[in-house]
């Protein structure tokens, strides 16, 4: 079955600790996107990307970097910068840019910093 | 600046009764789209509807429909015969380009509760 698989469901992070969340859709999907989500503060949007070795900024990018060197694959890494990590993280996916499509989305990885 | 404002933290509605949820948004960019998504407590996203910019009537999909209003930038989700599996965060989003990429763009989301 088609989809986006987000892995690893849970994650433990020390601080000072960089971790990467991983992102694989097998959807052909053009376009990827990472949000945070924070209690009462709807999904914000961390980096997104349309094609193969290219990539934005979002509203949060601060603390976070990402990699789209495969077209299905889009890890985000949690960076030692990003002062409150602790939170929900989702990926999400669409055709490609401009087309009236929904995104789909992965089903999340809750980061926590012990 | 691209913006979804939900002015509505958390709603209440009787089980079988309509209920309608308000999205504003704010762009300058003539084409764009819109969507609902609902997310249970599980945390999933489930896509529930969508309205293109240039679409003439208003999208609906079974007991969800959208108000669309263009000229007062709302886009209103209206579930008719509420159940009480409708208790969840609902979200509206949008997606529209600027400076040739296309970001998609989510507000803070509404928490709906059906009461049996």
């Known amino acids: 079955d088609g989809g986006i698989t987000q892995s690893p469901k849970y994650l433990f992070r020390k601080e000072g600790q960089n971790v990467t969340l991983s992102c694989e859709q097998n959807l052909n999907h053009d376009a990827m996107y990472w949000y945070r989500q924070d209690p009462g503060q709807g999904l914000r949007l961390i980096y997104y990307s349309q094609i193969v070795n290219d990539f934005q900024k979002g509203d949060i990018a601060e603390g976070y970097s990402v990699s789209r060197e495969k077209k299905e694959s889009f890890p985000l890494t949690v960076t030692s910068a990003q002062k409150n990590p602790t939170a929900f993280y989702l990926c999400?996916?669409?055709?490609?840019?401009?087309?009236?499509?929904?995104?789909?989305f992965g089903q999340g990885t809750r980061l926590t910093v012990v | 600046a691209q913006k979804i404002t939900q002015t509505q933290p958390g709603m209440f509605v009787q089980e079988k009764e309509a209920v309608t949820l308000d999205c504003t948004y704010d762009t300058s960019d003539p084409s764009y789209g819109l969507f609902w998504y609902k997310q249970p407590s599980s945390g999933e996203m489930i896509f529930l509807i969508y309205q293109g910019s240039y679409d003439q009537q208003n999208a609906t999909e079974g007991r969800y429909s959208l108000n669309f209003q263009k000229a007062r930038k709302s886009a209103n989700l209206v579930i008719s015969a509420s159940q009480l599996g409708d208790s969840a965060m609902y979200f509206c989003?949008?997606?529209?380009?600027?400076?040739?990429?296309?970001?998609?763009?989510f507000g803070k989301g509404t928490k709906l509760t059906v009461n049996p």
């Open positions: 989003a949008m997606r529209n380009s600027q400076g040739g990429s296309e970001k998609l763009v």
């Open positions: 999400a996916s669409r055709v490609s840019p401009g087309e009236p499509t929904e995104a789909f």
